[in-house]
Antibody, heavy 118, light 109 residues
């Protein structure tokens, strides 16, 4: 069964960085782009950007440009999202999601809660 | 950047009733690139509709999508208890970028 599994919850102090992983299973990892979406508590979905799993090309939302980095390890079928200079407003659930036909996202990770607190 | 505005913010209906959710774009969107998602509390979103009107795998036929240009609609023909959730529309635009609407909560009346 196709699925992606994310790393566990994180608690970070303001100014720190966090790195979230997203491991793909039961499909060819390099055949699909992977997106990152976040959701602050009680809020809607916010697109952060995507990575081409085949060649590593990335595209970041302007809001996160300069603060976020997407990478991938094809040998481990895993994508990573690193967010730096964390502030309290970054407290959210972070999701990875696989892009399929017509740019929709069909497989989502379970989400990773990142809490930024002093 | 295209902004998606969903209405109403909250829809209060009873099981068995019809739900009509709207998603309006600030400028014309290719209908090929409009999707709808369902999200229940504590869960990740689930793809319902892509290409404005094509149901994703395993999605019941009581869910249907329509629209073009700037106006899109998600219809749930007869609400089942498991359909009470938040629904988001999403579009793909040039750059490339992706945008979500702010969501519509379908709650039990």
């Amino acid at each position: 069964q196709v699925h992606v599994v994310q790393s566990g919850a994180e608690v970070k102090k303001p100014g720190a960085s966090v790195k979230v992983s997203c491991k793909a299973s039961e499909y060819t990892f390099t055949s699909y782009a992977m997106h990152w979406v976040r959701q602050a508590p009680g809020q809607g979905l916010e697109w952060m950007g995507w990575i081409n799993a085949a060649n590593g090309d990335t595209k970041y939302s302007q809001k996160f440009q300069g603060r976020v980095t997407f990478t991938r390890d094809t040998s481990a079928s895993t994508a990573y999202m690193e967010l730096s200079s964390l502030r309290s407003e970054d407290t959210a659930v972070y999701y990875c999601a696989r892009e399929v036909v017509l740019y929709a996202f069909d497989i989502w990770g379970q989400g990773t809660m990142v809490t930024v607190s002093s | 950047e295209i902004v998606l505005t969903q209405s109403p913010g909250t829809l209060s209906l009873s099981p068995g009733e019809r739900a009509t959710l709207s998603c309006r774009a600030s400028q014309s969107v290719s209908s090929s690139y409009l999707a709808w998602y369902q999200q229940k509390p504590g869960q990740a979103p689930r793809l319902l509709i892509y290409g404005a009107s094509t149901r994703a795998t395993g999605i019941p036929d009581r869910f249907s999508g329509s629209g073009s240009g700037t106006d899109f609609t998600l219809t749930i023909s007869r609400l089942e208890p498991e359909d009470f959730a938040v629904y988001y529309c999403q579009q793909y635009g040039s750059s490339p970028t992706w945008t979500f609407g702010q969501g519509t909560l379908v709650e039990i009346k």
